[in-house]
């Protein structure tokens, strides 16, 4: 199963039952009077985020849903039976917006949340509905009322309190297998990572989840490379280590370039805390390593971290100021096992 993170769908609530023109109609009794029953209520759309999903990918080869129809009424004052919803079970951080994919109309961030995306359409009256003192035998019922259609989107940005950013190649899938059971994979060339992968780290007993998303280039926002599509899944977190490769040409180009796609992307994510470090530093010489770090230190403004994923130099300390910032939240079982599900990789 691979990861899906958007997806478009089709729904539509019941409409509602029509109602009934009757009258009663027994031996013995002269008058019976009207006796027609209203028509039912149709189903309602609504969507559920439920433990357990870890991806969109159900909706890849069902696009189309709808709600069950109201009964229509009958005679002898039976009312139709309502029409049943039907529940679209989504993960927890999915978003849903209009056909225009820019008016948002729910935010799922806990579990067990419901949305009634649309309403079923009312059942029509009866005739027994119309009985007054002066109409004594109505012969008129009422239609139901259509329900409701729309195209949606639906786009899952994922749960995690830290996220990993920079160009490709500079050691994020490598930081995080050495941090967390995940197990991305590693190679020696660019957008190795394709889809965004999790991992639950702990550092010195406090637990949190790490986002690594793929790489970005320059004109990412334009779509180039694999686009910056992705962004969206370090939006709810914290905090950004933005990792910079010590053997790349420039570490203070590396920086700003990953520094203006994020910017251009929005999503307030320049606003966010950004932890930045040098990585690779074991294939780097010693000089190398002290004009790449100055070259970081004046573009960032600021003393980036020293480490090394390959051999674990300067990790621990990494992980320590990303938990120091995000505190003392414990790690929920939904987090744990969406970090630690196989569907991260493709």
């Given at each position: 199963m691979?990861?899906?993170?958007e997806a478009?769908v089709?729904i539509r ?7 009934c023109?009757?009258f009663?109609?027994?031996k013995?009794i ?9 028509g039912?209520?149709?189903g309602?759309v ?17 696009q189309?849903f709808?709600a ?7 005679g ?7 029409g049943?919803?039907?529940v ?24 067990r949340?419901k949305?009634v995306?649309?309403q ?24 139901g009322?259509?329900g409701e259609?729309r195209?949606?989107?639906l786009?899952l940005k ?6 990993l950013?920079?160009?490709?190649n ?6 995080l ?5 995940a197990?991305?994979?590693?190679a020696?060339?660019?957008?190795t990572?394709l ?16 986002a ?5 280039i320059?004109g990412?926002h334009e ?33 700003k ?5 994020l910017?251009?992307?929005g999503?307030?994510l ?6 930045v ?19 970081l ?7 980036p971290l ?12 990494a992980?320590r100021?990303?938990?120091?910032i995000?505190g003392?939240k ?7 096992r969406?970090?630690?599900?196989e569907?991260?990789t493709?």
């Amino acid at each position: 199963m691979k990861f899906l993170d958007e997806a478009k769908v089709y729904i539509r609530s019941g409409d509602g039952g029509n109602g009934c023109v009757a009258f009663r109609r027994e031996k013995f009794i002269e008058f019976g009077g009207p006796s027609g029953g209203n028509g039912g209520r149709g189903g309602d759309v609504v969507i559920e985020a439920v433990d357990g999903l870890n991806t969109l990918i159900d909706y890849r080869y069902q696009q189309h849903f709808k709600a069950e129809r109201g009964v229509n009424g009958m005679g002898k004052d039976r009312h139709g039976a309502n029409g049943k919803p039907i529940v679209l079970k989504v993960p927890v951080g999915t978003q849903v917006f209009d056909e225009d994919k820019e008016t948002l109309l729910h935010d799922f961030t806990t579990l067990r949340e419901k949305f009634v995306l649309a309403q079923g359409g009312n059942g029509g009256f009866g005739n027994a509905h119309f009985k007054s003192s002066t109409n004594r035998a109505p012969r008129n019922a009422n239609p139901g009322q259509p329900g409701e259609e729309r195209w949606i989107w639906l786009r899952l940005k994922l749960i995690a309190d830290a996220g990993l950013v920079g160009l490709p190649n500079a050691g994020k899938s490598t930081f995080l297998a050495a941090v967390s059971a995940a197990r991305p994979k590693i190679a020696d060339y660019p957008f190795t990572t394709l889809h965004p992968q999790l991992g639950v780290v702990n550092a010195d007993g406090r637990e949190f989840v790490l986002a690594d998303i793929p790489g970005l280039i320059e004109g990412a926002h334009e779509g180039a490379g694999l686009g910056d599509r992705f962004l969206g899944h370090v939006e709810r977190c914290r905090v950004l280590l933005h990792l910079v490769d010590a053997t790349s040409e420039h570490a203070g180009k590396a920086y700003k370039t990953v520094r203006a796609e994020l910017e251009a992307y929005g999503g307030s994510l320049t606003e966010k805390t950004e932890i930045v470090a040098l990585n690779k530093i074991d294939a780097v010489d010693a000089d190398t390593l002290k004009k790449q770090k100055d070259r970081l230190k004046r573009a960032a403004k600021k003393t980036p971290l020293l480490l090394s994923g390959a051999t674990g130099t300067g990790v621990k300390q990494a992980l320590r100021a990303l938990a120091d910032i995000i505190g003392d939240k414990q790690v929920t079982s939904k987090a744990k096992r969406a970090a630690e599900a196989e569907p991260w990789t493709a």
